[in-house]
């Protein structure tokens, strides 16, 4: 018998900037349940950010988000045998989400540097188009639109 579906969370903007982004963000950057830690590095990040470029970190943190968001994803579609790339286009939640976990990964894979510094490294690389959630951006729509042809597998 099929479930209901569970309604969405609402999450409460986080208390210095007022913003349900930058919640959302100390949300998936907690670990084991710390969420004050996650806020402490969150907020650091955002006061070397002010630091080292002299402009509204929300601002630079915004244009990262918006430079990392992906349009396009490949899911893998089984039919006849074979295993296909499918692309198909992100929407809402999924982007934010996505766009999330990719800055984390990103900031996480650098070596040698406190968690704050290299969010705040990524948040910068990020808002001027370039560093590694970006790149993994662009490779995932090359990877979608190497795989056009098999658009038409897509529901």
Known sequence: M????TPK???APDAVYNNVMVAKFINALMRKGKKTVARKIMYQAFDIIKEK???E???IFDLAIKNVSPSLEVKSRRI???VYQVPKEVKGDKK???TIRWLIWAAKSKKGKPMREKLAEE???????EGAAVKKRSDTHRMAEANRAFAHFAR
């Open 2 to 5: 099929a479930r209901k579906k």
């Open 9 to 11: 969370r609402i999450i």
């Open 53 to 55: 470029t002299k402009k």
């Open 57 to 59: 970190p929300l601002d």
């Open 80 to 82: 006849g045998g074979a």
């Open 96 to 98: 934010i989400s996505l």
């Open 123 to 129: 948040f910068i690389v990020a808002s001027k188009n």
